[in-house]
């Protein structure tokens, strides 16, 4: 029996009765019965409750995707935005993966690492030279030393107490 035809049937669905996906306690009401199904289910696919590791059923399917695309042959620097598997954006999700790897869960960056994914490399911003001003000192301070004394430096969105300025 092909193994999605045995999952089916494992989580109780009928082609005569059809329910919407996901259903609440969808492997049956009676818990001895639920429980076994889990077990059969765990046998055939460890991976066939996403929720109980700590991912959704979609980075579930895009990680398969990226593993299959890997698998025959792809090279990860190929694989980028517009590159498919079963109409998901692999690509897409592999960047978002990369840019986000740091939010990943400990099993989720393993799993990933182990196809090869890495963290993206954040660029970094160059330091504007400054004119001559220390504007650098005058956002940490608050004070700006330019030429002719010190004048108080006003922040943008900053709450200004006091009295109402001059007009």
Known sequence: MPPSRRTSRLRGRTSRRPEPWPRPGGLGKDPKRAKQRAVELAAVDPDWNPAELGWTVDWQRHYVGLAV????????????????????????????????????????????????????VRARTAAVPSGGKDWGGARRGGVHAGAGGACAVRRAGAAHRGAAPAQ
């Open 69 to 120: 695309l890997l698998k025959d042959g792809a090279l990860l620097t190929g694989i980028v935005p517009g590159v498919t598997w079963r109409g998901d954006d692999i690509g897409r999700w592999l960047l978002r993966q990369q840019r986000d790897f740091g939010r990943l869960n400990p099993e989720q960056q393993k799993r990933l690492s182990e196809l090869g994914v890495k963290p993206a």
